[in-house]
Nanobody, 121 residues
């Protein structure tokens, strides 16, 4: 099995910064796409940013220019640097990875349990 664990959430003032991290562990053969999603109270989960195995990135329009996604191939980790945070960025942030395990010939989606980011003065 594969486990994803997020860290780095917390309370920050508007205009501040946070860096989220997500580490994958377990039986991993290859990790394809990695991404961050978020879910605010009363709203559906939405894509924040993704990064492919070759480093191509994609961002939601609402975070372009403020957030940066990156990955560490050797450590099976993905990061989300969040700058110029706004109250509307408040949400639970989830990490997702598309992982192929040695036992299977195809990749599957794995999710972390989330980390809460609160932007408030």
């Amino acid at each position: 099995q594969v486990q994803l664990v997020e860290s780095g959430g917390g309370l920050v003032q508007p205009g501040g910064s946070l860096r989220l991290s997500c580490a994958a562990s377990g039986s991993i053969f290859r990790i394809n796409r990695m991404g961050w999603y978020r879910q605010a109270p009363g709203l559906e989960r939405e894509l924040v940013a993704t990064i492919t195995s070759i480093g191509s990135t994609n961002y939601a329009d609402s975070v372009k220019g403020r957030f940066t996604i990156s990955r560490d191939y050797a450590k099976n980790m993905v990061y989300l640097q969040m700058n110029s945070l706004k109250p509307e960025d408040t949400a639970v942030y989830y990490c997702k990875m598309v992982v192929q395990t040695p036992e299977l010939s195809y990749a599957m989606d794995y999710w972390g349990k989330g980390t809460l980011v609160t932007v408030s003065s």
